[in-house]
């Protein structure tokens, strides 16, 4: 049904706030970027927020963990985090239907460090977190007498171990360093886009939900 001029006066950018030439985004494409980077915004927020958390309770483990190099891998929660991390991060580098995956640029770091920790977390996540690769989840079996890694005493009987990806408290504070960078860089396009769509326009009184209809979508 075409649109009236009433509604089209209303719903589009006023003169001047959004000038469009041949080959530039349509505002369709703008509310799909919008979208894809403000869900990946909040993906990568909580990553951050995981790091923060894992880093804040290791810092102070149960007293009744032994004292050694892995006392922080052996708190109860740093497994459960660890795997928040991974999975939070990965979901806007990760094919979906409906989002889709950022584009590769956001996926590079200047820092060398940060590069390997985007890379070390994706990996973690394919092979480990989101899935379970053989290879790497190998299963050892542990005589009577013998001392499983993390729990710092010798089995009674016949146990098993699972292995894992971990990652030492140094390289947590690097993976808080990464979200928190990516999640700066993120928000300020976010907030770009969002002025762009809506800093020029009459906008309703109550908040309203996103629509994307496509590239020929010019209302909210």
């Not at 995956?101 to 989101?130: C, M, T, Y």
Request: glycine share 6%.
């Amino acid at each position: 049904m075409p649109k009236s001029p009433e509604y089209l006066a209303k719903v589009r950018p006023k003169e001047g706030a959004q000038f469009t030439t041949k080959g530039s985004p349509t505002r369709g494409d703008l509310k799909t970027e919008f979208r894809k980077l403000a869900l990946a915004s909040s993906d990568i927020h909580d990553a951050y927020s995981a790091c923060r958390h894992l880093l804040a309770i290791t810092n102070n483990p149960p007293p009744e963990l032994p004292r050694d190099k892995y006392t922080e891998m052996r708190h109860p929660l740093y497994f459960p985090l660890l795997h928040a991390i991974a999975v939070s991060y990965a979901k806007p580098f990760t094919h979906n239907e409906t989002v889709g995956v950022l584009k590769k640029e956001w996926g590079k770091f200047s820092d060398p460090k940060l590069q390997a920790a985007h890379e070390d977390l994706l990996d973690a996540r394919n092979k480990i977190f989101a899935h379970s690769d053989a290879l790497k989840r190998q299963i050892t079996i542990h005589p009577p007498g013998t001392t499983p890694l993390f729990r710092g005493r010798p089995n009674d009987g016949i146990g098993y171990g699972i292995a894992t990806e971990w990652f030492s408290i140094v390289q947590i504070r690097t993976f808080e360093r990464l979200t928190y960078d990516l999640c700066q860089r993120l928000q300020a396009e976010v907030e770009r886009l969002l002025e762009l769509l809506y800093g020029g326009m009459e906008l309703p009184t109550k908040k309203f939900k996103l629509r994307v209809r496509g590239e020929d979508d010019d209302g909210f």
